[in-house]
């Protein structure tokens, strides 16, 4: 069932998109075939560009007059009939490519012979309209016809679905999964560090005060709207809630979103940047003692930079 209706989606998507494809283009149905774009030089290619394959679905040659269309003689009950592909053909199956070319005249699936990832599906090998010209026009979109069942097919339907992909990157290359994902990744690797400087300069006020970090029951996450608890669960705790409510949005954003894993608050990670606080206070000192003084700022916060993007 899902199947079905994925196909159905997926079929109704390509029909509108490519459709949409044709209705701007307005100078592509006055064009002329010349060698290079019958689809023929598609098929034959062995490697193409993203605006070749663009070019291949969008603005292909198609036919124009009753004579460019491919056709096949029949004979039924005596009579030989002439069956041929038509425009209300094109218009049912936006995929079907012509080609006037040698041994590949015929009619082709464009979304197949640019997207199949194999010759073999599902242990069936690929025929007609994918590795050869559909030449037979007798019965095309009845039940058993070729173009009806070809659409149909799983092949065809998996290709769609790349082809549908492929566009939307070639289009606008933000689009791409991988490009969306690593935009996210560097937004919350930026996120992260904008809430580790609060912390750190938490961590590094109650240093220089001579405050106590931690108090009783201090555990748990830190609620974001900046509410004191009833019971005193430390400096710590209290100062970042303290910076909460004295607008510092980031601290805010990290508390509520931020994974249990990753907030940094716990009590090892306070012992974390008092030790990288007081390594750093060693190094500074002995680096004035050998005469090479080059203070440090913010050094805890670019330490702790690697722990969040992990
Ligand atoms: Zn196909």
């Not at 290619?45 to 394959?53: H, R």
């Not at 190094?283 to 004035?288: A, F, S």
Request: aromatic content about 6%; hydrophobic content about 35%.
């Amino acid at each position: 069932m899902i199947t079905v209706l994925l196909s159905s989606v997926v079929l109704s998507s390509l029909k509108c998109w490519m459709a949409d494809a044709e209705a701007s283009n307005s100078d592509y149905s006055h064009q002329t075939m010349t060698s290079k774009q019958d689809f023929s030089v598609y098929i034959t290619a062995t490697k193409l560009s993203d605006q070749e394959k663009l070019n291949a679905l969008e603005k292909r040659w198609k036919p124009q007059k009753p004579d460019d269309y491919p056709s096949s003689m029949h004979t039924k009950s005596g009579v030989q009939r002439r069956r041929s592909l038509n425009s209300g053909h094109m218009q049912c199956y936006p995929w079907i490519a012509v080609s006037r070319s040698g041994d590949k005249a015929g009619a082709w699936c464009a979304v197949c012979v640019l997207f199949a990832v194999s010759d073999v599906h599902n242990g069936q090998r690929m025929g007609k309209l994918v590795t050869r010209p559909l030449t037979d026009f007798s019965d095309l979109a009845g039940k058993n016809g070729a173009l009806y069942i070809h659409e149909r097919s799983g092949c065809h339907v998996s290709n769609v679905a790349r082809a549908l992909e492929f566009t939307k990157r070639a289009k606008d290359p933000t689009s791409h999964a991988d490009v969306q994902l690593i935009s996210h990744r560097k937004q919350q690797v930026l996120q992260n560090k904008q809430a580790l400087v609060s912390i750190v300069e938490t961590v590094k006020f109650t240093a220089i005060q001579n405050i106590a970090l931690r108090g009783h029951r201090d555990d748990g996450r830190i609620e974001p709207d900046g509410c004191y608890p009833p019971d005193n669960d430390g400096n710590f705790r209290m100062l970042l809630r303290f910076r909460i409510n004295s607008g510092d949005t980031a601290l805010q954003k990290h508390l509520r979103h931020a994974s249990g894993n990753a907030l940094y608050t716990s009590k090892s990670t306070q012992n974390e940047l008092l030790q990288i606080s007081a390594d750093m206070v060693r190094e500074n000192i002995l680096q004035r003692i050998q005469g090479r003084s080059q203070p440090k700022t913010n050094g805890g916060a670019r330490a702790l930079g690697g722990e969040a993007q992990g």
